[in-house]
Antibody, heavy 119, light 106 residues
Framework: QVQLQQWGAGLLKPSETLSLTCAVY????????WTWIRQPPGMGLEWVGE???????NYNPSLKSRVTISIDTSKNQFSLHLSSVTAADTAVYYC?????????????WGKGTTVTVSS | DIQMTQSPSSLSASVGDRVTITCRAS??????LNWYQQKPGRAPKLLIY???TLQSGVPSRFSGSESGTDFTLTISSLQPEDFATYYC?????????FGGGTKMEI
């Protein structure tokens, strides 16, 4: 059974860089896209971006200038870096597996990391 | 970006009711439409993918359908554990986008 375990700093000051990592346990690492989704408090879901095992990335244009997603295939891990954070980046951040071979749905999710940006 | 318009934003229902949630895409997305259920403090859970395919392990009271750019999630007989927030999501093109959510309450 595939599991995603995520971690990273939960409290940041404005202008700092958010860094989160997600480890994949079980299943294939190469057959999927690995994604980040965020959810501000009391609000809906926003797709941040994704990466495949070859390092190919897609980012949300609304964040593209500040976001970098990287991958470490030797550790079955992928990471999110979001620079110059503001209070608007306060959210629960989820990592998830996207299966584009069967339609692009996200079928395995991490538990989420709450990130708060505050001075 | 493809906009996903979900309605209603909230819904009051009772155990045993049949309920329907609708999602409309701003352009054609073929059948690249997925539905998720989210309970407070939890990650979303995939219910239906490709508009009408039930994810493994999801009860058969959940079903999905499509008509052009309109998509529907139906719960045939609400159970207590179904009270949650539901989201649609298009996977036709990036950026992937979600509907605004439907909060189902007792």
């Amino acid at each position: 059974q595939v599991q995603l375990q995520q971690w990273g700093a939960g409290l940041l000051k404005p202008s700092e860089t958010l860094s989160l990592t997600c480890a994949v346990y079980g299943g294939s690492f190469s057959d999927y896209y690995w994604t980040w989704i965020r959810q501000p408090p009391g609000m809906g879901l926003e797709w941040v971006g994704e990466i495949n095992h070859s390092g190919g990335t897609n980012y949300n244009p609304s964040l593209k200038s500040r976001v970098t997603i990287s991958i470490d295939t030797s550790k079955n891990q992928f990471s999110l870096h979001l620079s110059s954070v503001t209070a608007a980046d306060t959210a629960v951040y989820y990592c998830a597996r996207a299966d584009y071979a069967r339609g692009g749905y996200m079928d395995v999710w991490g538990k989420g990391t709450t990130v708060t940006v505050s001075s | 970006d493809i906009q996903m318009t979900q309605s209603p934003s909230s819904l009051s229902a009772s155990v045993g009711d049949r309920v329907t949630i609708t999602c409309r895409a701003s352009q054609t997305i073929s059948s690249y439409l997925n539905w998720y259920q989210q309970k407070p403090g939890r990650a979303p859970k995939l219910l239906i993918y490709a508009a009408s395919t039930l994810q493994s392990g999801v009860p058969s009271r959940f079903s999905g359908s499509e008509s052009g750019t309109d998509f529907t999630l139906t719960i045939s007989s609400l159970q207590p554990e179904d009270f949650a927030t539901y989201y649609c999501q298009q996977s036709y093109s990036t950026p992937l986008t979600f509907g605004g959510g439907t909060k189902m309450e007792i």
